[in-house]
């Protein structure tokens, strides 16, 4: 065992922190949710950084990057609050790469690390909350291909991306992911506004027609593959809120040392000295359940790797909420506010409890792994 | 003798509140409220104008003061039913904090220029007491109000100042005097907010929302006859309002219908699974909430009883607003569990989406109520100032 960073990660680590500190600045990012700031420019420049050629293998151009490099780029794109849809791309990525035949992957992977291409995942419908199996997007198959229909809600980055991938059951019952270039036919996208200030669009689906060589790989069965991505998803999110969490700890600091009430700094009382504590003390578990997440996301085993991605992010939720709600509390009145980012953080957090499973809905995946797993060993 | 059975006369006022209710809250305002919308001044002043016009807007005032007279039982109805049939909150700026203050402590000229308006909700009114460097810590406020012989001549700031950019009037916190202990040179104002100088600034919540604001007074000249008391002493009054406005802050009628709510919301299916009320994980979540919901409003109808029957509510109000804050706070985090990922959509300023909403329709307010909640920990003295009253005043520790 070792959980130390090596060398090169803490210096990948640095390169991170300094993109966040310098090149996206909470006034940065009010400029480019206010569409002061060009879009494009940002994306161009988290491409050079590597960021999206971290995950993908060498053959494709990436390098080759571990689930821990992953989340050293989450965390940083939780500290800066980063809005521009860059987990969600690399994950819709890794499902092409898991998925997509060679040509498809040529076509994706390539264009995607260097930042020409953005890809947006769709796991959720509207009536599915987080039930990959409860999908009714339907595809049919033709003699001239594929007709889709349904509705995708919240995709994250569908607004600007290039290529949608739409999980769709086909008529043998399973699920597929075809691979979608809006402005087809049939196909509309509403933009949404979210109360983080990420981007995301329902995709509504009505006769789409498509080719063949749609379908990733021409793989109906891509239930295990959406179960794969959607863990890689909470370790993501478990990476990104940890970053949220120790700027929004760090801050909170840094406060109530300044401010002063009853003639001296916030900080000298003991009441709230404790509360500090408690959030640092929630800001170490954060990271260990998000060190936990990258750790075990490669497992192979469904219900070995599940229950651990559970467990984190029961817990990272159990923080998020902590750390988040703590820092507005000490911030008093300036913590409600649009203009400080303290309620940004606490927007962000709260959003990521919501995204990749509520702590309800994770305590129940838990306890289908367990009833399954005593089932199997009674056989 | 203790009893929680209504007499056939209590029966009667509730039936005769529940069929005014009915007969005439506007429809459109009732679907806002049920919906969690934002509602306008406009809403507002129409619902509370219609409760005037039977002298139920004051609803808590005495007899005296033009008030209906009503005993701590009625009001406890009035509020409970007036939240189960989705009536908006009756702003509490004028009927329960200027108007209170201006009747326990304002001359006969003041009471009859001031308490018409409220009664009848024709004016709004908001409070200016926070400061940008004054907010616990209130004593130390620093808007300075010099004597200039008929007037004062204020200059200063207010911060968060809840629907300033609405009110006419405002009650105000200002200094007069910085001999002796800081409580003792505040004077209390009564501010007509369209006098030259006085300048409204919004500030927006991270709900999106523009509830609060930053009020500026640049040598605003207010007339000596709007002093409330006497001078210097108006850290007193404010005092007194502050513990009445801990006990309305714990907003029992509205909270309970929270709840039930959240109990709807849960019991509309949103995925293929079963309804989230037949969860044991979710309900015995719920249940605990409700639980301690109970005995709030036990606790809270003891510390009315008591106030009734002429005692101060005194620290006791302090508890009822830590926990009727706390509740509230975690019946939106309920909420939050169902709507799970739908509940990210963002409705518009007005409470209408920019788009259509994403997932299904109960989810909808449930962010933004959860992030709105969290204000009701920090204002009306924060939940650890409540606990510092409490560990000083009861404890004497
Ligand atoms: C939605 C909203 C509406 C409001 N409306 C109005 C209004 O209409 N009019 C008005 O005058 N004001 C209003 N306020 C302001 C409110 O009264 C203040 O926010 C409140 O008094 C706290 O002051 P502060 O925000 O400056 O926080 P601070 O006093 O700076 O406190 C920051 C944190 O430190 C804690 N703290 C401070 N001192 C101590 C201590 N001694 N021991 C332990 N903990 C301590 C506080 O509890 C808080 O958590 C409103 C506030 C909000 C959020």
Redesign the pocket.
């Known amino acids: 065992m070792d959980l130390q960073f090596s060398t090169e990660q803490n210096l990948f680590r640095d390169t991170v922190e300094r993109f966040i500190r310098e090149d996206y600045t909470f006034d940065i990012r009010s400029r480019i949710i206010a569409n002061d700031e060009p879009y494009d420019d940002m994306w161009r420049k988290i491409a050079e950084l590597g960021w999206f050629a971290l995950p993908f293998p060498e053959s494709l151009g990436g390098l080759d990057g571990t689930a821990i490099d992953l989340n050293i780029v989450a965390e940083g794109i939780g500290r800066g609050l980063v809005i521009d849809p860059v987990l969600p791309t690399i994950l819709a990525g890794l499902l092409v790469s898991r998925l997509g035949t060679e040509q498809q992957k040529e076509i994706v992977i390539p264009p995607l690390i260097e930042g020409n291409l953005k890809l947006a995942l769709a796991l959720s419908e509207p009536g599915n909350r987080y039930d990959l199996n409860a999908i009714t997007t339907t595809a049919t198959h033709s003699a001239d291909g594929w007709i889709i229909d349904g509705h995708k809600a919240l995709v994250p980055g569908a607004n600007n991306a290039d290529r949608l991938l739409i999980p769709a059951r086909t008529e043998s019952g399973e699920i597929g992911v075809f691979l979608i270039k809006p402005g087809i036919a049939g196909l509309t996208i509403r933009p949404l506004g979210l109360h983080d200030s990420t981007t995301a669009a329902d995709v509504i689906l009505e006769q789409v027609a498509l080719p063949d060589d749609a379908l990733l790989g021409a793989e109906q069965n891509a239930r295990s593959a959406l179960e794969w991505v959607f863990d890689l998803g909470i370790a993501a999110a478990t990476g990104e809120a940890l970053g949220a969490m120790d700027s929004l700890s760090k801050m909170t600091l840094a406060f109530l040392k300044e401010?002063k009430?009853?003639g001296r700094p916030?900080s000298e009382?003991q009441?709230?000295q404790h509360r500090m504590v408690d959030l640092t003390i929630a800001v170490e578990e954060a990271r260990s359940s998000a060190l936990s997440a990258a750790l075990q996301v490669t497992v192979p085993d469904y219900a070995t790797r599940a229950r651990a991605l559970s467990l984190a992010k029961i817990e990272i939720n159990r923080t998020a909420r902590t750390v988040g709600q703590e820092a507005v509390?000490?911030?008093?009145?300036?913590g409600?506010t649009e203009e400080l980012p303290i309620g940004h953080y606490f927007k962000r957090l709260t959003a990521i409890s919501g995204l990749f499973g509520t702590s309800n809905w994770h305590v129940h995946r838990i306890t289908r792994i367990d009833a399954a797993s005593r089932d199997q060993g009674k056989k | 003798m203790m009893k929680l059975e209504l007499t056939t006369d209590e029966q009667i006022f509730a039936d005769e509140v529940r069929d005014f209710v009915a007969r005439n809250l506007p429809a459109d305002i009732a679907e806002k409220v049920r919906r969690g919308a934002i509602l306008g001044r406009d809403d507002h002043m129409r619902w509370q104008q219609i409760l005037a016009s039977c002298n139920w807007h004051a609803f808590s005032w005495p007899k005296e003061h033009g008030g209906p007279g009503w005993s701590v039982t009625q009001r406890y109805l009035f509020e409970n039913i007036c939240g189960e049939m989705d009536c908006p909150l009756i702003q509490p700026f004028g009927p329960r904090m200027a108007g209170p203050v201006i009747f326990s402590f304002g001359t006969e000229d003041q009471k009859a220029r001031f308490l018409p308006g409220i009664r009848e909700s024709t004016d709004w009114w908001?409070?200016?007491?926070?400061e940008p460097h004054a907010?616990?810590?209130?004593a130390t406020l620093s808007t300075r109000a010099e004597d200039d012989g008929e007037h004062y001549i204020i200059n200063g700031q207010?911060i968060?100042?809840?629907y300033a950019h609405y009110a006419n009037w405002m009650f105000c916190l200002v200094r007069t005097s910085n001999e002796d202990r800081p409580q003792k040179g505040i004077t209390f104002l009564l501010i007509d907010m369209s006098t030259p100088g006085v300048r409204v600034d919004p500030i927006v919540?991270m709900d999106g929302r523009h509830?609060?604001n930053s009020v500026f007074f640049d040598d605003v000249r207010v007339p000596k006859e709007n002093r409330i008391g006497e001078e210097g002493k108006g850290w007193t009054y404010a005092k007194f309002l502050l513990e009445h406005e801990r006990i309305d802050n714990a907003a029992l009628g509205v909270t309970k219908q929270a709840l039930e709510r959240v109990r709807q919301m849960a019991s509309v299916p949103i995925d293929s699974a079963t309804p989230l009320i037949e969860d044991p994980i979710f309900s015995s979540r719920l249940i605990a909430i409700e639980a301690q919901f109970a005995s709030l409003e036990m606790t809270a109808l003891r510390v009315l009883s008591a106030v009734n029957s002429g005692e101060s509510p005194g620290p006791a109000s302090s508890l009822l607003k830590i926990r009727g804050t706390e509740i509230a706070q975690q019946i939106s985090e309920l909420a939050l569990e169902i709507a799970g990922q739908y509940a990210q959509v963002r409705p518009s300023m007005n409470g209408t989406y920019d788009c259509a909403p994403s997932g299904p329709e109960q989810t909808e307010m449930a962010m933004t109520n959860y992030l709105w909640k969290r204000?009701m920990s920090?204002?009306?003295?924060?939940?650890?100032?409540q606990k510092?009253i409490i560990s000083k005043r009861i404890l004497e520790m």
């Open positions: 401010r009430q009853f916030l009382n009441a709230l509390q000490l911030h008093g009145a300036m409600m | 908001c409070q200016g007491y926070s907010g616990s810590d209130l207010k968060w100042t809840s919540g509830s609060f204000a920090i204002y009306g003295g924060s939940n650890e100032v510092n």
